[in-house]
């Protein structure tokens, strides 16, 4: 079997459809609804943002999503504010996914610093009346707040070699 293409005329619909699937929390059906509307429309701005987020609202819940695939949506997205708001929300939603999987501490800290910088970088050059970023800086401080050893740094081996 082959995948159909959509009709550029359809985009602005299948984006309200992509939406509304994320909203049902159903972000497969998203994810599907922007790879085409990037098929046909490889620099949809809208199609990329929502397919990052709806890969993302999949993280710990479906194997097989990468965070690489994040960072590269992340990473072609035009606006230099976005590119950094965008990758912060993935290393967040990353983050959150490894601390419920049990990850260790250290490591997932260490994915929330990497959203902490993307998130001061994404301020600094924010719009006039745009403060998502400190909002997303927030959140991720307060669960760090909740969560102290996300703030400690990865164990060190102090054995000697040889020992």
Not at 11 to 20: D, F, K, T, V, Y
Not at 52 to 81: N, P
Request: charged share 30%; proline share 4%.
């Amino acid at each position: 079997m082959e995948l159909k293409r959509i009709d550029k005329k359809a985009i602005s619909h299948a984006l309200e459809l992509g939406e509304r699937y994320r909203l049902l929390n159903e972000p497969d059906q998203a994810t599907s609804i922007c790879r085409d509307i990037l098929e046909v429309d490889p620099e949809n701005q809208n199609a990329a943002r929502m397919l990052l987020l709806a890969l993302t609202d999949q993280f710990g819940r479906k194997r097989g999503v990468r965070l690489s695939e994040c960072e590269s949506i992340a990473g072609r997205l035009v606006s230099e504010y976005e590119r950094s708001y965008y990758a912060g929300v993935a290393y967040e939603r990353w983050s959150r996914a490894l601390l419920q999987e049990g990850t260790p501490k250290h490591v997932v800290g260490e994915w929330l610093r990497k959203a902490l910088d993307c998130y001061q970088a994404a301020e600094g050059i924010r719009p006039p009346g745009n403060d998502d970023a400190i909002l997303r800086w927030n959140t991720c401080v307060r669960l760090m707040q909740l969560h102290p050893e996300l703030q400690s740094e990865a164990p060190t081996d102090h054995r000697f070699l040889g020992d």
